[in-house]
């Protein structure tokens, strides 16, 4: 039992680590991440084989009873091949990432923070329009009538001036199509007596001593 409780010790204490050098930018952290979380990870599957036994194999007169579970067995064994070829993979990421641009990090995804600000731009947009209708709403509420009253008074009132103007410059049209019509009666009149003066048939056959 006490070997059993320092195994899952040790695994979780494994297992938490390769956690956080995963959270790491640094390739390199990532690789000793990954290789400490497979050993974690192979250690906590070795505490489900129970306590320790006999070698699992069968034969005349074998006791089945003394025999350790070879199950976790083959799952561990079967990890540290996949965990060895993800370590290969990783080593050469990092020693690539290392010759083309000098360091190991892992680059942010462009894409990625777009579509994180877009994300964050679209719950900050949804938060302002639900507050502005909310403002908007109790303003309405609040003076809705009065500002009612008053937008149908404002536009009654340009109605007013708007009919005013209309009326003032009808009246200045027609004064001045007034002063027009006697001006030209005036020199109608005034060529009129000039014709007649001038084509008086009196003196013309009287004479002009008549």
């Given amino acids: 039992m006490t070997l059993t409780l320092a195994l899952v010790i040790v695994g979780g204490t494994l297992f938490g680590a390769g956690t956080t050098l995963l959270l790491c930018r640094p390739l390199t952290r990532i690789l000793l991440g990954s290789v400490l979380l497979g050993n974690g990870t192979n250690i906590l599957v070795l505490t489900t084989a129970g306590a320790a036994g006999d070698a699992p194999l069968l034969g005349f007169g074998a006791d089945t009873s003394t025999i350790v579970d070879p199950l976790p067995q083959a799952f561990i064994l079967t990890a540290i091949v996949i965990t060895l070829a993800l370590t290969a993979f990783l080593v050469t990421m990092a020693y690539r990432a290392w010759q083309l641009s000098g ?108």
């Fill in 103 to 210: 360091s190991d990090d892992v680059q942010d995804d462009v894409e990625d923070i777009r579509v994180a600000r877009r994300a964050v731009y679209m719950e900050e947009r949804e938060r302002l329009r639900a507050t502005y209708n909310d403002w908007r709403e109790a303003y309405q509420s609040m003076v809705g009538s009065e500002e009612e009253q008053r937008a149908a008074e404002r536009r009654a009132y340009q109605r007013l001036g708007k009919a005013r103007d209309r009326y003032r410059e009808l009246k200045d049209r027609a004064r001045a199509d007034a002063r027009a019509h006697r001006a030209r009666q005036a020199r109608a009149e005034q060529t009129a007596e000039e014709t007649a003066e001038e084509d008086d048939p009196w003196e013309t056959i009287l004479g002009a001593d008549r």
